[in-house]
């Protein structure tokens, strides 16, 4: 019988809006521009597993923990996902320097394996990168699709994280508010009535 114990995002509201949190042999795609807080989720879930999975830095120089996955090619990026909490930072990355068709067979088809296995895979895509047909190629890879906006209204930033695909499950029918904190993502885990 396979797990079905989910893991913990590390965001109190976001564990509440999926149910207890991600569940094992998914593939979760985050989607935001670069100041949205893509990173700060992606190590949110990575630091509540303490560490034991494998965070692949491929943009940049990798923090301590993190895993120096510049220029790997695919084989390599999958020898080295070890442990249940994998993140890939990020998915632009590789459509930017492997192309649309690798990124998704990658996805799809090369980390088959490590989900198998029972690891939750995050995934980083930034927006404004891509073509309108790449980002539905990488929506259509993905188990769960979560996209993070914000909007300017006057002097004010409203940030909003949209659960817009949940395979095998009901799409929580809100998108939920947060805010960018010192110690990363919060979100409101009440509801307003209008």
Known sequence: MADRTRRSTGIAGL????????????RVIVSGSPLSGLELLAGQFWETGDRDGT????????QEG????????????VGAMQGDRIIVDSLSTLVRERGIDAATRFV???THEVIERGATIIYLLYTGLHSPVEEIQMMRAADIFITLRQQIHGNEVERTLAIEKYK???VPQRVIPYHIVAKG???STTSRVV
């Open 15 to 26: 564990d509440l809006a999926l149910d207890g949190g991600f569940p094992p042999r998914t």
């Open 168 to 170: 095998d499950a009901n």
């Open 108 to 110: 799809l088809d090369d």
């Open 66 to 77: 993190m895993t120096d996955a510049r220029g790997m090619d695919p084989a390599a990026l």
């Open 185 to 187: 993502l919060e979100l």
């Open 55 to 62: 965070y692949l830095m491929l943009d940049t120089v990798p």
